[in-house]
Structures are given as structure tokens and as C-alpha cells.
């Protein structure tokens, strides 16, 4: 349960407190005297130790990389955007440095949470200190963070603050052990270290990430569909400037925060949203789905199709994610479909099926559109293209229907015209196990006699029957004839030995 941050003291500009984080935390001033300030000067918004959201989300990924990894925690990391992929010491290290940076930018308002953090991290990993000089300065870690965080002079003690912050009281007691008793052992002290690791990681960090990715979706969603409903009442205008104004004003360069912000949103919301391009309800449409599809895929074609090469201008690999992200929603759609029929015949319903037939449009466009082959063939190495084609693939050939079938050949052909279907082993695979396969019973009419139908299917069982003799008959005269040479050179090697024991030098 997350239980928010309750700020210790508004009082005095000077004193060394928790970071309020409250829900409304990022428009809140943290003292009277900024209420104040922010009333006469209407600034809002405060200087941060951190240069932008994605600094402090980069120095967390870094920064808990070692720690994810020894304890196996169950969420994963970017490791993708990690600076070192073969060291999580090092990733440790980098993001020690960063936050030190951001502790002489403010040492006096630097929020505990961080700096609590990186002297944990960096005594229990990076220290090259004697056992003796590491406990007493993980003592001293350890109670120099419960004096901050749950300090007894604002108006409630220290077991009343840890209830309200969900804070372990096992922390709190080895913290009296440590200021009133005995030093506690070094086992111990690391056991409570991680502890409270855990805790700052849960309570501090993730509730940070969680909240501001909230926000920031919240408004990039808002400014989505204020997009797409100004496209609908003048369709004739491409109006896809402000959208990119904002990516590259809010995001910048980061081409990671628009495939896990954006792209979603986008697909979501534009690319296969009915209402904006039908402008009706799809749910009743039953079997005139398929026939529909066409038609809304060149309406969702003309309305975005000059936004999303404006995005490939600044981001020329984001077509791979778009790609493959369509027909990842694709296939989870489906897989729900075939999970609610319970080995019964899955039906969808008309906007489900519209909607899958929009994303295989959409992909099957990005893949094959000649105006698209500079970026897939410049922009991307071989293996990238193994690995984005081959999971494509495995989304796609999961199903049997005309639409799956058709961006399977699609796929093998781009994959062709590149150069990389040899290295496709998923393709080789798929290729193989065709000719294993049995193909699927199907009801055909036929004008003929049932006697005669009957007679075509034996005549046909008994040309199995003579192509398998055949085919056994080939195999063993195959291997015989493998046995006959492995023999010959046998005997010839026997002939050498000979030769060899006969000389007399």
C-alpha cells in the first residue's frame, strides 16, 4: 500500500526535513515563506538538484541496478538504457557520482530520500573500507536517516511517524540500539541496511517514477486528443506541428520516453480509436467488419499518416517500435478472445475485430511502404532487424486467420528484399514445420456422387501409401550406401597400418 509522504515541518526554510510528498506534491510549495514568494511572484514552479524527469529516472535506473540484481527483485529495469550493460558496479558508481553532483548544486534543501540512499548504496557496495570502519559508518547511515525522516520534535514521536509512513520498526529499534546501547554486529546492521533500502526503494523512488509518469500521461493524453479532435473538424489542414512542438519541447531527443509515452497513446487514441474515424457504434456491425476495415484504415491513413512521418524525420527507429508494439496489442486482443471461449469457437466482436485489422494494417504499411525501406535499411543494423522481424513473427504467426497469413508473407518478403531471411532462424523453424504439419479439415461442396468421393479419397490413400514406400525404399538405400563408404575407407585404413608395419628401415 502506498501511503503518502506527510511533510515534518513548514516552519523554517532551514531545517533539514523530509521532501513533502504529498498527492498534489509538484504544485505545492514546501514552507510558508515559498506560499508566500509563490502568491506575490505566481512561480510555481522550483529549482530541482536534477537537470530534467529523465536525469532522475536515468540515476535511479543506475543507481538500483546492483541491488535488483542480488536480490532478484521481481520488477524489472531498463537495462537497455543503462550506460554499462556488463557492469552493475559501475552503473552503481555512475549514479553515486551524479547524486553528488546534485548534493553541491543544494546541500541545504537536498532531499533525505536521495542522500539517504546513495550513502547506503555506496557503504554496503562500493566501500573498500575494514569491516569495523564499514559498521560504524552503516550505524551512522542508518541513524542519521531515522533522525531525519521521523524526528520526534514535530509534534508526534518517532513510533507514531513510522505507523503514518508504513516505516519498519525494526529500523527505529536498531536505531536506539545504536544511539543508546551496544553497536550492533556488522551481519546485522547490513540485514536493516537492505531493509531499509527496500523501504526508500518502495516509498521514495517508485512513488516518485509512479506519480510523475501519472502526470505526464495525463497530460500528453490530454494534448493527444485535443490533437485528434481539432484533425476532425478540419480534416483538410495538416495540423501535426503543435504535436511535435510539444515532443521535442517536453521530451527532447529522447526517443525512449516517446515509445513508452507517446506511441501508446497514440495507437490508442488515433490510430485505432472508431468512434473518431467511423463516428459510429462498430459493436453491432457483425459480419461486415472485414468489409468495413479497408475503408477506416484509409480514413486513419489520411488523418495521421504526415504526423507519423514527421516522427520518423526526428526519430527514424521508432518504426520498429510501432511496428511491433501494433502487433503486440494485436496479439494480446486475440489471445483474450480465444481465453474467454474456453475451448469453445472464439468470436469476436465487431470493434475487436476491426481494431486488430487496423493495427495488422498499420504494421503491414510500416513494413512494406517503399517510402520506409531508407530507414529500415540505413538506420538499422542486420541483428536489429533479425530481432525486430523475428518477433514479429512470432506475434503474427500465432493465428490462422487471412490477416495473420498476410503479414507472415509480408514479413518474409521485406525480409528478403533486406538481405536477412538466412539468418532468420524463427523463419527456417516456421518453413520446417510446414511440411509436418496436417492441414486443417475444411467443409467443401462437391456435385459428385458420395461412391465417387469415396473412391478419389482411396486412390489417394494408396498414393500416400506408395510415395511413403518410396521415401522409406530412398532412405535405406541412402544409408547403405553411407555404410558402404564408411567400410571402404575402413579397409583402406587397415591397408595403410600394413604397408607401414611390413617397411624395414
Known amino acids: 500500500m502506498n501511503v503518502d509522504f506527510i511533510p515534518l515541518d513548514d516552519s523554517d526554510d532551514d531545517d533539514d526535513d523530509l521532501l513533502t510528498l504529498s498527492q498534489d506534491w509538484i504544485a505545492l510549495p514546501t514552507s510558508k515563506r515559498a506560499k508566500l514568494q509563490f502568491i506575490s511572484t505566481k512561480q510555481a514552479l522550483q529549482t530541482t538538484p536534477w537537470k530534467d524527469w529523465s536525469e532522475f529516472e536515468s540515476v535511479y535506473h543506475h543507481l538500483f541496478h546492483h541491488y535488483n540484481l542480488l536480490n532478484q527483485a521481481s520488477h524489472t529495469l531498463h537495462v537497455d538504457t543503462l550506460k554499462f550493460q556488463r557492469s552493475s558496479l559501475a552503473n552503481l558508481q555512475h549514479a553515486c557520482d551524479i547524486i553528488a553532483m546534485w548534493r553541491s548544486r543544494s546541500s541545504q ?35 542519521r536517516t531515522v533522525n531525519r525522516l521521523l524526528d520526534a520534535s514535530h509534534s508526534k514521536s518517532a513510533v507514531e511517524w513510522s505507523m503514518q509512513l508504513n516505516f519498519p520498526l525494526q529500523i527505529v529499534q536498531i536505531r536506539h540500539e545504536i544511539v543508546h546501547h551496544h553497536l550492533p554486529s556488522l551481519q546485522s546492521l547490513k540485514q536493516h541496511a537492505m531493509l531499509l533500502l527496500n523501504w526508500l526503494n518502495t516509498h521514495y523512488w517508485q512513488f516518485q517514477l509512479n506519480k510523475v509518469s501519472k502526470i505526464c500521461n495525463a497530460n500528453l493524453k490530454e494534448r493527444v486528443i485535443k490533437f485528434r479532435n481539432e484533425h476532425n473538424k478540419n480534416s483538410e489542414k495538416q495540423e501535426h506541428q503543435p504535436v511535435i512542438d510539444y515532443l521535442q519541447q517536453e521530451l527532447g531527443a529522447n526517443s525512449l520516453a516517446v515509445m513508452k509515452y507517446f506511441v501508446p497513446l497514440f495507437i490508442d487514441e488515433c490510430l485505432v480509436h472508431l468512434e473518431s474515424l467511423s463516428g459510429k457504434n462498430t459493436n453491432n456491425i457483425g459480419n461486415d467488419a472485414e468489409k468495413i476495415i479497408p475503408e477506416l484504415f484509409t480514413c486513419s491513413f489520411v488523418k495521421y499518416n504526415s504526423l507519423i512521418r514527421a516522427l520518423f524525420e526526428l526519430y527514424p527507429r521508432l ?56 530507414l529500415w535499411s540505413v538506420h538499422f543494423a542486420p541483428k536489429e532487424i533479425v530481432f525486430v522481424f523475428q518477433n514479429a513473427l512470432k506475434y503474427a504467426s500465432q493465428f490462422n486467420d487471412e490477416l495473420s497469413m498476410e503479414m507472415v508473407r509480408n514479413l518474409k518478403k521485406k525480409a528478403i528484399q533486406l ?70 575407407e575402413d579397409d583402406e585404413d587397415v591397408d595403410v597400418e600394413e604397408e607401414i608395419a611390413a617397411c624395414k628401415w
Open 109 to 143: 534543501h537536498f532531499p533525505t530520500c536521495v542522500d539517504a540512499t546513495q550513502q547506503l548504496m555506496h557503504t554496503l557496495y562500493l566501500s573498500s573500507s575494514s569491516a569495523e570502519a564499514q559498521r560504524r559508518l552503516l550505524a551512522l547511515a542508518i541513524s
Open 319 to 374: 518504426i520498429a517500435h510501432l511496428a511491433l508494439l501494433l502487433l503486440q496489442k494485436r496479439c494480446r486482443i486475440l489471445t483474450d478472445i480465444n481465453r474467454r471461449a474456453k475451448g469453445m469457437k472464439a468470436i469476436a466482436s465487431g470493434s475487436e475485430r476491426i481494431v486488430c485489422g487496423l493495427m495488422v494494417g498499420w504494421s503491414a504499411s510500416l513494413v512494406m511502404d517503399e517510402d520506409y525501406h531508407s
Open 419 to 488: 538481405g536477412v531471411n538466412k539468418d532468420m532462424h524463427y523463419l527456417r523453424n516456421m518453413t520446417v514445420l510446414q511440411n509436418y504439419v496436417e492441414p486443417l479439415w475444411r467443409n467443401a461442396r462437391s456435385d459428385a456422387s458420395l461412391a465417387k468421393l469415396m473412391d478419389a479419397r482411396s486412390e489417394a490413400r494408396k498414393l500416400d501409401e506408395k510415395l511413403l514406400a518410396m521415401t522409406q525404399q530412398t532412405n535405406r538405400m541412402n544409408h547403405k550406401q553411407v555404410q558402404d563408404e564408411d567400410e571402404d
